[in-house]
């Protein structure tokens, strides 16, 4: 039977799917704002390079150094600086793998991305989950947190499910006090939305070699299905994760979908400029209906409501609108709902409106 570690986990619980609800309420139009998806699509150039490979025959090259090249040029690293994953997910597991050993302690905001405390349970190590202050990480709690037993810190920044980020003095303390032998984690799958000023850790790289920055093309790239994730790290950092990661973990069409989504700016300030006019819509509609939101730098909100988090959950589900209920993110009383095109904003707005009639 399975290891005695696994008796206290459960899954990762993903968004319900479009066709799930439509099969379950005999819907035929059902709108997703519960994973935080690019409702405008994905990125064209990616879906035309991804159209044109061939020889799937053939393993790819593994090494995929024009790619980590191409992902590393702009912080003036190089490909010894990256390493790939099927989704950042995948390189979440693999860190725990790679550098927990049974007992060990991660410290971790809460709520926060629940896949990080999974992940470090799955190796018998201990997350130490800081409560976040008025949504944001608690920083000097998560400092003081830290033992002689700490291997991982992570930070999501900004952080799902609150939207959240961590302030230039945030950052700063944690360069200065977080101990050399741990290592900071950074999830920044949402940087891309990010209002400036920006604070893009990988640009931060020399500071710290002992500090893994993880990126997806899961968000404003549009390629959730396709799963590519990357990060970026010291050397010796990456080296160790590269121990870990299973041969051919990103397939030849994920890569060849990264490289040309890496120069869509198109597409990404299309995206970008269509969150910032849901951010608005949504944010309007919500201080109209006297609902709390956190100020997102993200494509989603965590808003208040006056009920249980999985009735209006469920209640938005009959009008066919999958939200994320809070209930299930360490968030009771909220809704994670992400940012979608005006219409689904529009829809999603008046079915708030009739629930809280
Ligand atoms: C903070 C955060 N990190 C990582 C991921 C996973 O991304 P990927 O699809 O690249 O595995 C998500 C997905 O929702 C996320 O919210």
């Given at each position: 039977?399975?290891?005695?570690?696994l008796?206290?986990?459960?899954p990762?619980?993903?968004?319900?799917?479009?066709?799930?609800?439509?099969?379950?309420?005999g819907?035929?139009?059902v709108i997703?704002?519960?994973?935080?998806?690019n409702?405008?699509?994905?990125?064209p150039?990616a879906?035309?390079?991804?159209?044109?490979?061939?020889s799937?025959h053939?393993?790819a090259?593994?090494?995929?150094i024009?790619?980590?090249?191409?992902?590393a040029?702009?912080?003036e690293?190089?490909?010894?600086n990256?390493?790939?994953?099927?989704g950042?997910?995948?390189?979440?597991?693999?860190?725990?793998h790679?550098?927990?050993?049974?007992?060990?302690?991660?410290v971790?905001?809460?709520?926060?991305?629940?896949?990080y405390?999974?992940a470090?349970?799955?190796?018998?190590a201990?997350?130490?989950?800081?409560p976040?202050?008025?949504?944001?990480?608690?920083?000097?709690a998560?400092?003081?947190?830290v033992?002689?037993?700490?291997?991982?810190?992570?930070?999501?920044?900004?952080?799902?499910?609150?939207?959240t980020?961590?302030?230039?003095?945030?950052?700063?303390?944690?360069?200065?006090e977080?101990?050399?032998q741990?290592?900071?984690v950074v999830?920044?799958?949402?940087?891309?939305?990010?209002d400036?000023?920006?604070?893009d850790?990988?640009?931060?790289?020399?500071?710290?070699?002992n500090m893994?920055?993880?990126r997806?093309?899961s968000?404003?790239y549009?390629?959730?299905?396709?799963?590519?994730?990357?990060?970026?790290?010291g050397?010796?950092?990456?080296?160790?994760?590269e121990?870990?990661?299973?041969?051919?973990n990103?397939?030849?069409?994920?890569a060849?979908?990264?490289?040309a989504?890496?120069?869509?700016v198109?597409?990404?300030a299309?995206?970008?400029a269509?969150?910032?006019?849901?951010?608005?819509?949504?944010?309007?509609a919500?201080?109209?209906?006297?609902?709390?939101?956190?100020p997102?730098h993200?494509?989603?909100?965590?808003?208040?409501?006056?009920?249980?988090?999985?009735?209006?959950?469920?209640?938005?589900?009959?009008q066919g609108i999958?939200?994320r209920?809070?209930d299930?993110?360490?968030?009771?009383?909220r809704?994670?709902?992400?940012i979608?095109?005006?219409?689904?904003?529009?829809a999603?707005?008046?079915?708030?409106?009739?629930?809280?009639?």
């Amino acid at each position: 039977m399975s290891r005695r570690a696994l008796a206290c986990l459960a899954p990762y619980v993903p968004g319900a799917s479009i066709d799930e609800i439509a099969k379950r309420y005999g819907l035929s139009h059902v709108i997703k704002l519960a994973s935080n998806e690019n409702p405008l699509g994905s990125s064209p150039l990616a879906l035309a390079a991804i159209g044109n490979v061939a020889s799937l025959h053939l393993y790819a090259d593994d090494a995929h150094i024009t790619l980590k090249n191409q992902l590393a040029a702009p912080y003036e690293l190089t490909a010894q600086n990256v390493i790939l994953g099927h989704g950042s997910n995948e390189l979440v597991n693999i860190v725990a793998h790679a550098l927990l050993d049974p007992g060990d302690e991660a410290v971790m905001a809460m709520p926060t991305f629940s896949l990080y405390p999974l992940a470090v349970k799955s190796v018998d190590a201990v997350p130490i989950e800081i409560p976040l202050r008025d949504g944001v990480h608690d920083i000097d709690a998560m400092l003081a947190a830290v033992t002689a037993k700490t291997r991982l810190f992570f930070v999501c920044d900004p952080n799902n499910p609150t939207g959240t980020r961590l302030d230039a003095a945030d950052w700063e303390r944690i360069f200065a006090e977080l101990p050399e032998q741990v290592t900071l984690v950074v999830d920044q799958a949402y940087i891309e939305y990010a209002d400036a000023p920006v604070f893009d850790a990988a640009m931060h790289s020399a500071r710290r070699e002992n500090m893994l920055v993880l990126r997806t093309m899961s968000k404003i790239y549009g390629l959730a299905a396709l799963r590519f994730g990357y990060a970026y790290g010291g050397a010796a950092l990456i080296a160790s994760l590269e121990k870990i990661r299973l041969p051919f973990n990103v397939s030849a069409l994920a890569a060849a979908g990264a490289k040309a989504a890496l120069s869509d700016v198109d597409f990404i300030a299309r995206s970008r400029a269509l969150n910032e006019r849901g951010k608005a819509e949504l944010s309007s509609a919500f201080a109209r209906l006297g609902l709390h939101a956190y100020p997102t730098h993200a494509n989603f909100f965590a808003v208040k409501i006056p009920m249980a988090a999985n009735t209006a959950y469920e209640a938005l589900l009959r009008q066919g609108i999958i939200v994320r209920s809070g209930d299930g993110l360490h968030m009771p009383g909220r809704l994670r709902i992400t940012i979608g095109t005006t219409e689904q904003n529009a829809a999603l707005i008046s079915a708030l409106e009739s629930l809280l009639a």
